[in-house]
């Protein structure tokens, strides 16, 4: 699943959108996060999280020096790592990847097992709390409907509030959108 013209365009929309919140980005090197579900198998992942480092250096000079943290998020562990961007770019660092989507733990996954808040709340979270210096968050999830059947909306504005919800962009297969819609939602 690479990017297509019209989403890389949707992509430099978002990313355009983040960089200009008031505050949020003053120039010099640019941290971001790159928040990828392990539901992804490897070869969707790799190219699309290469395709994404891709689109943004083309984008603006800005991306030429970035500290890049790269998240993986599965339901038993959230695991993150400081990496190169090349050396995503180029995918080596999805040569140890593992997915733990329902092809590959043998469980059949239904839209019944979304509804549990726990990962999709404990991810957001975590970003509250871990990557609070990313000037730019991309969270890449296979099942948009994963993030829009959380029963607990207190929880998930609070958060998404102060600062995430302006710098998270959501990453689906059929759409790239901002984080405030999950906000709104």
């Known amino acids: 699943?690479?990017?297509t013209p019209v989403r890389n365009l949707q992509l430099h929309n978002q990313v355009e959108r983040v960089l200009h919140v008031p505050g949020n980005y003053r120039g010099g090197i640019l941290e971001m996060a790159i928040v990828v579900d392990?539901?992804?198998d490897k070869a969707t992942a790799r190219e699309l999280c290469?395709?994404?480092i891709t689109s943004c250096k083309k984008q603006s000079e800005v991306f030429r020096n970035v500290r890049l943290n790269m998240i993986l998020w599965g339901t038993e562990e959230i695991r993150a790592d400081a990496v190169a961007?090349?050396?995503v770019q180029t995918g080596t660092y999805f040569d140890l990847?593992?997915?733990e989507g329902p092809e590959n733990t043998g469980k059949e996954q239904t839209t019944e097992a979304w509804s549990s808040d726990g990962p999709v709340i404990e991810i957001l979270e975590y970003l509250k709390k871990f990557q609070a210096?990313?000037?730019?968050?991309f969270l890449l999830t296979p099942a948009r409907e994963k993030?829009?059947?959380v029963s607990d909306q207190e929880r998930l504005r609070q958060a998404l509030s102060p600062f995430l919800k302006q710098k998270l962009v959501l990453v689906y297969p059929e759409a790239i959108e901002a984080g405030i819609r999950l906000f709104l939602s």
Do not use: H, V
Not at 133 to 137: A, E, G, N, V, Y
């Open 50 to 52: 290469g395709d994404i």
């Open 133 to 137: 210096r990313s000037k730019l968050i």
């Open 97 to 99: 990847y593992e997915p």
């Open 1 to 3: 699943m690479s990017l």
């Open 85 to 87: 961007s090349a050396y």
């Open 147 to 149: 993030l829009y059947r």
């Open 38 to 40: 392990r539901e992804f």
